[in-house]
């Protein structure tokens, strides 16, 4: 059987024609460089440089399948199998997240605040920590820094090792389920909690787009339309023994949220709870300072 052939203008007109229903072109073409990178480690320049190269078939094999998945609606970053989070490569699958721009940006909220101080002793731990990317990114950041990362899921876990192992960081994990208040955080006291816990609330869930909803990992995501605190109520409640006075609390939140979770914190002991805002200019992050 003759194979067919296919030049990067042909396979770039299939894509734009395949997953017009889905995306933008402008994003439909990004995700084709991204492809091509990651298969074949062509730049963006090449490829748009040597659009009537024919490709070898088992670069255009690869598209074509990849291209089948991206119209189920499953995202690159699942396809190549890594994602970027602050110029850091880390490895993702749909047992985590995948680190979003917010995420990000609350790691470099935390780095800024951080930079210059004494960290010898100081200690981190990041909740949820999901594919490692907050832990990793503030151990690769701040050498000096002891950092513990938990989360309830062992697959989850078991990725967010291996990222801190491919980037060789040292980073103290720990298999807990935060919401269990009745059993103690089984780590030292700490001097900084980060947590991007699960936030959209289930009568949200149709709003979001298929790539989200239907493959990364629903327990990372949503919780209770009735009780959509859940998870900073459960982690307010465990700072009294995990958290030091003075213990500085970073949360991810929903925009929607900030008010609530702030009095919340309030209420458990926090003072100079402050919430900031995300580079969209929503409410985004709130930043908090342990009292008792």
């Known amino acids: 059987m003759v194979q067919k052939e296919y030049t990067i203008e042909n396979i770039r007109r299939l894509f734009l024609d395949e997953l017009s229903q889905s995306y933008p072109p402008y994003e439909i073409r990004e995700l084709l460089y991204i492809l091509c990178h990651d298969f074949s480690g062509w730049s963006k320049g090449r490829f748009l440089m040597e659009l009537k190269t024919v490709l070898p078939w088992s670069d255009a094999s690869l598209l074509l399948e990849a291209l089948m998945k991206l119209k189920s609606g ?75 990362a938990l989360d309830s899921s062992a697959a989850a876990l078991e990725t967010a090792r291996q990222n801190a192992e491919e980037l060789g960081t040292e ?53 209770p339309d009735d009780d959509p605190l859940i998870y900073y109520r459960s982690i307010a409640d465990h700072c009294p023994v995990t958290l030091s006075a003075r213990g500085i609390l970073y949360l991810e939140i929903h925009e929607s949220f900030g008010k609530e979770v702030a009095v919340l914190l309030m209420s458990r002991g926090f003072g100079r709870v402050e919430v900031k805002k995300d580079f969209f200019g929503k409410d985004r992050f709130i930043r908090a300072e342990f009292k008792t």
């Not at 210059?116 to 909740?127: A, M, P, S, T, V």
């Not at 909690?193 to 990364?216: A, C, D, H």
């Open 74 to 148: 499953m995202p690159v970053q699942y396809i190549t199998g890594k994602a970027d989070f602050n110029g850091l490569s880390f490895r993702v699958n749909p047992d985590v997240l995948i680190p979003r721009p917010e995420t990000a940006e609350l790691a470099e909220i935390i780095l800024e605040e951080l930079s210059g101080k004494e960290l010898k002793n100081y200690r981190i731990l990041d909740i949820g920590t999901g594919s490692g990317c907050i832990a990793v990114f503030l151990k690769e950041k701040l050498h000096e820094a002891r950092v513990f």
């Open 171 to 223: 980073i103290h994990f720990l298999q807990h389920n935060i919401l269990l208040n009745n059993i103690n955080i089984p780590v030292p006291e700490m001097d900084l909690i980060v947590s991007n816990p699960p936030y959209v609330t289930m009568k949200e869930k149709n709003s979001i787009r298929i790539n989200v909803k239907e493959f990364e990992p629903s327990s990372a995501l949503f919780v």
